[in-house]
Structures are given as structure tokens and as C-alpha cells.
Nanobody, 125 residues
Framework: VQLQASGGGSVQVGDSLRLSCVVP????????VGWFRQAPGKEREFLAS????????YYASSVKGRFTITRDNAESTMYLQMGSLKPEDTAVYYC???????????????????WGQGTQVTVSS
């Protein structure tokens, strides 16, 4: 099962962008979802996670205060609202879903069972 991410594109420094990802939560028994990114030549980096039922969130320090993760239960969709974008935010962004019970921050890629195909975000100065 592959999740469907969308919303990437090319923007200018300081712009905002919102990524979306459809997650079949009930069918996959998802407990939490998260966003990661990978820049060329770098490892995949955790950005944010949210528990689907409670809405509890957790952020990486690199994006806290600039990025916001949310989910819409009725639409089975997760979002990443990105603001004050910088050139170093340029990367392929991935959504992911976990079936792990609610005992973790969900910051490790190893906790996720399903992944999106990735969507490119390019920030130019």
C-alpha cells in the first residue's frame, strides 16, 4: 500500500506551502502519521508526527514553529503546513503511516509501515 502525497512545488524564500496526503486510516489500522524529507546526498529526516485519534503532535527542532502537522479525520487526510520556507528546506517530502501503538514519539522511520511516493519541494532565493 502506498500513500498518496501532493502539494509540492517551487516557491521563493519566505513563502508558504501545504502538503497533503490521503491515508486510509481504518483500512490500515493506523495509529499515527508523520512527515519526513530527504535532500540530495542526505539521510531521510523526521519532521513531524501526529497521533490520529488524540491529535498529539511532535516536531523536529529544525521545523518547530515554522511547520504544522494536522489531520482531517472525515477526509482521512494529513497535512503539513510549511511557512517561512528556506533554501535548506529543499527536499523530497514523504508522508508515512504507522500501526505502532501509542507509546512513542514516532520520530523514527523504522516505526512507519506505509509510505507515500514523495513530493518535491524546491525553495529558491
Amino acid at each position: 500500500v502506498q500513500l498518496q502525497a501532493s502539494g509540492g512545488g517551487s516557491v521563493q524564500v519566505g513563502d508558504s506551502l501545504r502538503l497533503s496526503c490521503v491515508v486510509p486510516v481504518r483500512a490500515l489500522s493506523v495509529t499515527a502519521v508523520g512527515w519526513f524529507r530527504q535532500a540530495p546526498g542526505k539521510e531521510r529526516e523526521f519532521l513531524a508526527s501526529i497521533l490520529w485519534n488524540s491529535g498529539r503532535t511532535y516536531y523536529a527542532s529544525s521545523v518547530k514553529g515554522r511547520f504544522t502537522i494536522t489531520r482531517d479525520n472525515a477526509e482521512s487526510t494529513m497535512y503539513l503546513q510549511m511557512g517561512s520556507l528556506k533554501p535548506e528546506d529543499t527536499a523530497v517530502y514523504y508522508c508515512a503511516a504507522s500501526r505502532v501503538p501509542d507509546t512513542y514519539y514516532y520520530s523514527s522511520a523504522a516505526l512507519y509501515d506505509y509510505w507515500g511516493q514523495g513530493t518535491q519541494v524546491t525553495v529558491s532565493s
